[in-house]
């Protein structure tokens, strides 16, 4: 049973900048590939940001160079620093396994880029 908490969402302005957090539950953080994964109103889920167990990192294009997904296992938590935020990005973000079968999905955090 897995447990994901995000947070770090709020409003920002085109350009600025927003950390997520993702804090897990459980002690097998550490072996999974995880990701943070969006949805826009009317939009299907997509993955955007992944993270092997070892810390090797792939991104969707559209936020590769801006975004930059991390891991701390010894806090359970994973963590997605965004930077130069578009409109675009406004999203429900969600944390969950990047590989396998995926976790309940959490709340999410709303991320609106907006002036």
């Known amino acids: 049973q897995v447990q994901l908490v995000e947070s770090g969402g709020g409003l920002v302005q085109p350009g600025g900048s927003l950390r997520l957090s993702c804090a897990a539950s459980?002690?097998?953080?550490?072996?999974?590939?995880m990701g943070w994964y969006r949805q826009a109103p009317g939009k299907q889920r997509e993955l955007v940001a992944a993270?092997?167990?070892?810390?090797?990192?792939s991104y969707v294009d559209s936020v590769r160079g801006r975004f930059t997904i991390s891991r701390d296992n010894a806090k359970s938590t994973m963590y997605l620093q965004m930077n130069s935020l578009k409109p675009e990005d406004t999203a429900v973000y969600y944390c969950?396994?990047?590989?396998?079968?995926?976790?309940?999905w959490g709340q999410g955090t709303q991320v609106t880029v907006s002036w």
């Open positions: 969950n396994k990047a590989g396998g079968t995926v976790a309940s």
């Open positions: 459980g002690s097998n953080f550490g072996i999974f590939a």
């Open positions: 993270i092997t167990s070892g810390g090797t990192t």
